[in-house]
């Protein structure tokens, strides 16, 4: 079983940034990528950024230049730094972890509101 816990969402204005930290635990053995998706109200959830286990990263086209996912592989934990926030970019983020062996899990999810 593997546990992923989001933190680092919150209330921020037009422009401001934010960074979303990820803490993997548990079986975290052949993990392939992680990665974070978005999920608006009434919209489907998006890929927002991943990073594969060889360090490769993949952004969706609306945050490339603005965010950046990196990890630490002493700390499992994988981070979402997010500059130059648009209201659009409100959401709840959600970490993401996928396995080699096929496993995919979710964390809980954090509040990011981008609001004057």
């Known amino acids: 079983q593997v546990q992923l816990v989001e933190s680092g969402g919150g209330l921020v204005k037009p422009g401001g940034s934010l960074r979303l930290s990820c803490a993997a635990s548990g079986s975290i053995s052949r993990l392939n990528t992680m990665g974070w998706y978005r999920q608006a109200p009434g919209k489907q959830r998006e890929l927002v950024a991943a990073?594969?286990?060889?360090?490769?990263?993949n952004y969706a086209d609306s945050v490339k230049g603005r965010f950046t996912i990196s990890g630490d592989n002493t700390k499992n934990t994988v981070y979402l730094q997010m500059n130059s926030l648009k209201p659009e970019d409100t959401a709840v983020y959600y970490c993401n972890a996928a396995f080699v062996a096929g496993g995919v899990y979710w964390g809980r999810g954090t509040q990011v509101t981008v609001s004057a």
């Open positions: 990073i594969i286990s060889g360090g490769s990263t």
